[in-house]
């Protein structure tokens, strides 16, 4: 195994871990996950799995760790496109053979994936050995590895603009530009307008690896942006618009119908009814966290 960090601490060699590489669920069979992921289609979520080989005997001898102490095989996500981040898989590693399967959400994916794999201490190591790790979390091998969504883009492509020059009011963050063409392309019609007065926005974005605060813009972004998509796919819906027809792989129908069928399709009574606002913003809201989309608890 490849080795891309280098903690201050000891690691096991090489040969002791082996991560075997990722498999991709396409059309009911497991193929290899290379990079780009040919025809991937808007909205699509991606399932994966790889096998873990460990000699856990050989792992804390080497890195000086007791014999009971707890190790955890974890694997995490990041789209470059949706600036998210995701934990999805944690296991004690009990055996010395593991089958990793995970299932990466098409609402929130777009771009390149840098998807991690590691072995991880479980728990703090009381007294521990000179050099040995011994904090909770403490990385004892990784991989690494990054590919690039092809076909139809990220879900939500995102644009730094002058509000100014366009119809939008400048004091607003951000902008969905949405489409009710349901033949239409989503990924070319559907985008992000992101203010360029919103610096603190824009650097949250663009971080490699976002502060907290940064971390809550972006989840204000993604759990807003999700919800104006909701409201609109359900007020297609009450208006007859948004039927049960197939529409074509990467439509802005098959993708909003998706995300009706994804949250339950819901029957919101009538959408023009204001008594009914507060409510209907709680419950998009709900949905929205529902798809993973923003802030979760």
Known sequence: ????????????????????????????????????????????????????????????????????????????????????????????????????????????????????????????????????????????????????????GSMFPMAVIDFTRRTYDDRASWFVETSTDLGANFSSTFQVMINERDKSLIKAIEAEKPTREQQVLIDELSSGVMQVVLELAYALKANGELGIEEYGDGSVGQVLGGLIDQTGDLDLGDMRDPSQIARRQSQFQAMARGLAAGRTF
């Open 1 to 152: 195994m490849a080795r891309d960090f280098t903690p201050p601490y000891l690691t096991p060699a090489d040969f002791v871990v082996d991560m075997q590489p990722w498999m991709l669920l396409r059309r009911g069979e497991s193929v290899p996950l290379v990079s780009p992921v040919d025809d991937w289609v808007t909205g699509t979520d991606l399932s994966l799995s790889r096998g873990v080989v460990v000699d856990l005997d050989s792992l804390r001898k080497q890195c000086r760790l007791p014999e009971v102490s707890a190790l955890g095989l974890v694997v995490s996500w990041r789209s470059d496109a949706s600036k998210i981040q995701r934990h999805v898989f944690t296991r004690p590693l009990d055996d010395s053979r593991n089958e990793i399967q995970v299932t990466l959400l098409g609402t929130e994916i777009g771009g390149t994936l840098r998807i991690s794999t590691a072995v991880v201490l479980l728990e703090d190591v009381i007294d521990p050995a000179p050099g040995a790790p011994h904090f909770r979390g403490a990385m004892l091998a990784r991989d690494t590895v990054s590919v690039t969504l092809e076909g139809e």
